[in-house]
C-alpha cells in the first residue's frame, strides 16, 4: 500500500491532539469521562460557544473536530459514521443540525473548525485555568477584535498626506537654515 491510499483510510484533522487524553477525573471512571465529554461535545453543537474549564475544552475539541470532519467527509449516509454521530450526540435533533448546517458551513474551511481561547482568571475565585471553546462562524460576536486595515479610510489618508507635507516643509526650513550657517 503506497503513501497515497493510506492517507484516505483516514482524514487529516487540522489540529495537534494529543497522543494521550487529559486526565479528567471523574467519580464514575473512565466510563463517567466519556460522559461528561459527550455532554459537552453535544452542548457545544447545541450552544457553539462554551466558558469551561481548560483540559476539559482542549480534550472536548479532539471529538468534537473529528466528528465534524467525518460528517464532512462521509455524509449522513455513510453507516458508521452515523453511529459516531449518535453515540456522541445525545440530542438527536443534533445530528441534523450537524449534517445540514455545521457541514455545509464548514465544507470549505482549510482550518480547524473550533476556536480554542484562554480566557482570563477570576482571581482569587477559579483556581483551574478556563477557557472558551467555540465552533467557527457562529452568530456570536467574536471573542477578538477584528483587525480591520484602516489605511485607506479617506481621513487617515488625509493625515498621511498632510504628515508627508509637514515633513517636506520642515526639511526645506532645515536645509534652508543649514545652508545660511555654512554661508556665515
Not at 483510510?9 to 487540522?14: D, E, H, I, T
Not at 498621511?160 to 543649514?178: H, Q, W
Amino acid at each position: 500500500m503506497n503513501q497515497a491510499e493510506v492517507s484516505q483510510l483516514m482524514s487529516k484533522l487540522r489540529i495537534r491532539v494529543n497522543p494521550r487524553h487529559k486526565n479528567l477525573k471523574q467519580p464514575d471512571g473512565p466510563q463517567g469521562r466519556l460522559n461528561k465529554l459527550r455532554k459537552t461535545v453535544n452542548a457545544l453543537f447545541k450552544y457553539e460557544r462554551l466558558e469551561l474549564n481548560y483540559t476539559l475544552a482542549d480534550e472536548t475539541r479532539g471529538y468534537a473536530e473529528r466528528l465534524i470532519s467525518e460528517a464532512i467527509r462521509h455524509g449522513d449516509t455513510h453507516k458508521p459514521t452515523m453511529e459516531m454521530a449518535d453515540y456522541w450526540i445525545e440530542e438527536k435533533q443534533l445530528i441534523h443540525k450537524l449534517f445540514k448546517v455545521l457541514v455545509p458551513r464548514f465544507n470549505d474551511y482549510k482550518t480547524s473548525y473550533t476556536m480554542l481561547y484562554r480566557a482570563p482568571k477570576a482571581y482569587p475565585d477559579i483556581v483551574f485555568p478556563r477557557s472558551v471553546l467555540e465552533l467557527r462562524g457562529n452568530p456570536f460576536p467574536a471573542i477578538l477584535p477584528q483587525r480591520s486595515d484602516q489605511r485607506n479610510f479617506i481621513h487617515n489618508v488625509l493625515l498621511d498626506e498632510a504628515k508627508k507635507a509637514y515633513r517636506a516643509e520642515k526639511y526645506e526650513e532645515i536645509t534652508k537654515s543649514l545652508e545660511e550657517q555654512r554661508e556665515e
